[in-house]
C-alpha cells in the first residue's frame, strides 16, 4: 500500500475518533474512489495514481460549485467547499504561476515544440510534475498561450 493510502486511513480513523462526520464523509468517498479504480483495474495503486484520483475529486467539486452557486444554492456549495478543504490537505502544496511558467518553458525547450501541433508533447512531459500541483486546465490554457 502506499504511503498516501495509508495517510487516507489514518485520516479516517482519526475523524472517527475525534466525531468529525463531515470530513469522515469526504475521506470515505476518496477512500471509495480509490478502491473503485483498484478493483476495475486489478492492481495496487501508487501515489501518483493516487493524487491524480484525488485531483479529479477536487475537480468535480468545483465544477459542482459553480453550478451550484449559478442555481443560487450556496448552501450546497458550502458544502462542497469544505470537501475541497479536507482534500486538498493529502494534495501537494500547489505551484506558484512563476513555478509553472518556468516547468511550460523547460518542457517547450526539452520537446522542442514549435506549433499547436507540439502540445500533447508538452502536456506529456508536464502532467507527471503538475498532477494534483496546479490545474491542467489553467496550465493548458498557459501552453495554447505559449505555442500560439
Known amino acids: 500500500m502506499s504511503g498516501l493510502h495509508d495517510r487516507l486511513k489514518e485520516a479516517m480513523k482519526d475523524a472517527m475518533r475525534a466525531k ?4 469522515l464523509t469526504t475521506i ?11 478493483v476495475d483495474t486489478r492492481e495496487t495503486l501508487d501515489d ?23 442555481a443560487g444554492r450556496q ?14 490537505e493529502f494534495l501537494p502544496q500547489p505551484l506558484t504561476d512563476e513555478e509553472i511558467n518556468a516547468l511550460i518553458e523547460d518542457a517547450v525547450a526539452k520537446t522542442g515544440a514549435e ?14 510534475q503538475l498532477q494534483g500541483r496546479a490545474d ?10 505559449r505555442l500560439s
Not at 468529525?20 to 470530513?23: D, S
Open 115 to 128: 506549433s499547436m501541433k507540439d502540445m500533447g508533447k508538452v502536456m506529456g512531459m508536464l502532467k507527471p
Open 48 to 70: 501518483t495514481a493516487i493524487l491524480a484520483i484525488l485531483d479529479k475529486l477536487v475537480k468535480q467539486r468545483r465544477d459542482s460549485i459553480k453550478q451550484y452557486e449559478d
Open 28 to 38: 470515505r468517498l476518496a477512500l471509495s474512489a480509490i478502491k473503485q479504480v483498484e
Open 136 to 145: 491542467m486546465g489553467a496550465v493548458s490554457g498557459k501552453i495554447k498561450a
Open 75 to 88: 448552501e450546497l456549495a458550502d458544502i462542497e467547499k469544505a470537501e475541497i478543504d479536507v482534500l486538498q
Open 20 to 23: 468529525q462526520k463531515e470530513r
